[in-house]
């Protein structure tokens, strides 16, 4: 599976039979159309995030099978709430390799949740904070719950995305989680050799 970031907090999954955009942006987020073929879109909440023509869309909790892969939304509260819970959780299983997208939640996970999500081996991370996503430390421990194999940091400030609210440079989120990775275009992961100790992966964003 190839792992490219689109931009803001979005990212696609490309697997052998199946294609899925994570959140994908909003035209105000300044960066353009989401110029890419999806089978399925994921949508961690129904609110602030765009479309991408011809696809599958999940929106809610649930479990579905597209084409041999396992997705299942998993209830989680978001971080621009005071309760309830309006925001979704992916757990996307896909040619043997578990991504999860954890979209924009409010703080750590419960047991429950993390029963769900299993073994994670791709964690795609919000780490903007500011009241609109988790806070570079909150998201270290977000991390720390899931022990993924991989953290694939999103949704922050590169000084070009446009966010509803400002968000804070990548530099923090690393700082906090003591990682100082060179960006990559693309993350591809191998089911059998998902590493044992955490590594950040920054990805740059396709285009640039």
Request: net charge negative; with cysteine; aromatic share 4%.
């Amino acid at each position: 599976m190839d792992i490219t970031y689109l931009g803001a907090g979005s990212v696609k999954l490309s697997g052998k039979n199946l294609n899925v955009v994570c959140d994908p942006y909003e035209d105000s987020a300044g960066l353009g159309r989401i110029n890419t073929k999806a089978d399925v879109v994921t949508l961690s909440t129904t609110e602030g995030l765009g479309q991408v023509q011809n696809a599958m869309v999940l929106d809610g909790p649930g479990e579905y099978e597209v084409k041999g892969a396992m997705i299942t939304g998993v209830p989680a509260r978001l971080h621009i709430d005071e309760d309830g819970t309006r925001g979704t959780i992916y757990s996307i299983l896909m040619d043997g390799v578990n991504v999860v997208v954890v979209g924009n939640i409010a703080g750590k996970l419960d047991n429950s949740q993390l029963g769900v999500l299993g073994n994670v081996d791709v964690l795609v991370l919000p780490v903007g904070g500011h009241g609109l996503t988790l806070e570079p430390e909150e998201a270290a421990a977000v991390a720390a719950q899931l022990e993924p194999g991989y953290i694939v940091p999103v949704h922050y400030d590169d000084g070009k995305t446009k966010y509803a609210v400002p968000q804070a440079k990548l530099d923090e989120f690393l700082k906090e989680i003591g990682s100082n990775p060179e960006p990559e275009s693309k993350l591809r992961v191998n089911a059998k050799e998902v590493p044992t100790e955490t590594q950040v992966v920054v990805l740059k964003r396709a285009g640039e």
